[in-house]
Nanobody, 114 residues
Framework: VQLQASGGGLVQAGGSLTLFCAAPRNIFGLTAMSWYRQAPGGEREMVASLTSEDKKLYGDFVKGRFTISGEKVGNNVTLQMKNLEPTDTAVYYC?????????WGQGTQVTVSS
């Protein structure tokens, strides 16, 4: 299963970015699509998650700055990030969970300058 992720880039502190990820439309048993991130030397952590029941979860560090949304028909998810901080700098990975299996996208770099 190949996920298509896009939208990373370089932005100044306080700026905004939008990440987009799409899973194949024929993926069976999709239960959630999520964004994770991993900073250099750090562990991968959950940023935001959207379940097939429209439940949204966010990492504690998000503090209302990010919004996840998606289209079930298109099996895609968008992460709108506002008021970005240098500590948000990381590689962001899209994840699709289907039938207890996790599928990962290739990662997109987000860099926030101070």
């Amino acid at each position: 299963v190949q996920l298509q992720a896009s939208g990373g880039g370089l932005v100044q502190a306080g700026g905004s970015l939008t990440l987009f990820c799409a899973a194949p439309r024929n993926i069976f048993g999709l239960t959630a699509m999520s964004w994770y991130r991993q900073a250099p030397g750090g562990e991968r952590e959950m940023v935001a998650s959207l379940t097939s029941e429209d439940k949204k979860l966010y990492g504690d560090f998000v503090k209302g700055r990010f919004t996840i949304s998606g289209e079930k028909v298109g099996n895609n998810v968008t992460l709108q990030m506002k008021n970005l901080e240098p500590t948000d700098t990381a590689v962001y990975y899209c994840r699709a969970r289907a039938l207890e299996i996790n599928f990962w996208g290739q990662g997109t770099q987000v860099t926030v300058s101070s």
